[in-house]
């Protein structure tokens, strides 16, 4: 695939604060045939939902109750028209370049596989994240951010994630799974994801 759809899945819910910053960096990727998805997971603040009915025509803006970020990833993943998804959350966003490299390294792989950028931490952490795959390890220690370019085959083999863990960890028993079903990941060298650390975050305060 020369340049397949991809899809940049984005699970809101009460996030208008930086939306508009993770959407700018989607519509901002140098691999042109991107959609952008945002599925609203019930927010019951109306900044929040004033912010979604002026996204803009090229954002597909889709609304549920309220059921936790495992099952709006999940809607996504059924929504999605792309032959790759990359989940987003609304408060990181991607350097330019990152769809692109992530496609280039992806389909230069040998066997099925998904792909993942290295993370600059923003907020209250800074620094590089540097991170690299080893299924036997990821038993015992997440080594992936959320943050994967997936093959459209990949998330239904797999079933999407557990809907259940709405406390989090739920990307860490997704991509176990991924692993169980053959699929492994291939690492870029490049730190092409920013992801917001808070001290208020659920990985953090709940998890």
Avoid at 42 to 63: A, C, K, Y
Avoid at 118 to 126: F, R, S, T
Avoid at 184 to 205: E, I, K
Wanted: aromatic share 10%; net charge negative.
């Amino acid at each position: 695939m020369s340049s397949p759809l991809v899809s940049i899945v984005l699970p809101c819910y009460n996030a208008h604060e930086y939306l508009s910053e993770a959407i700018e960096s989607a519509r901002t990727q140098t691999h042109e045939n991107v959609e952008i998805l945002i599925v609203n997971d019930g927010s019951t603040e109306q900044e929040t939902r004033n912010f979604l009915s002026t996204v803009g025509p090229d954002i597909r803006v889709v609304h549920q109750e309220n059921k936790g970020l495992p099952a709006a990833r999940n809607r996504a993943f059924r929504e999605a028209k792309g032959d790759f998804i990359l989940p987003l959350d609304c408060d990181d966003w991607l350097e330019p370049e990152a769809v692109t490299h992530l496609l280039e390294i992806q389909q230069a792989s040998e066997f099925p596989a998904f792909a993942f950028p290295q993370m600059i931490l923003e907020g209250e952490a800074k620094g590089v994240l540097e991170k690299e795959y080893n299924h036997f390890e990821q038993l015992f220690l997440n080594q992936l951010p959320y943050c994967l370019l997936l093959p459209r085959e990949a998330c239904g083999e797999v079933g999407g994630y557990d809907e259940k863990m709405r406390m989090g960890y739920e990307d860490w028993e997704f991509n176990i799974r991924l692993g169980i079903n053959g699929w492994r990941g291939v690492a870029s060298t490049r730190p092409l994801f920013h992801y917001r650390v808070t001290n208020s975050g659920m990985l953090r305060s709940v998890s």
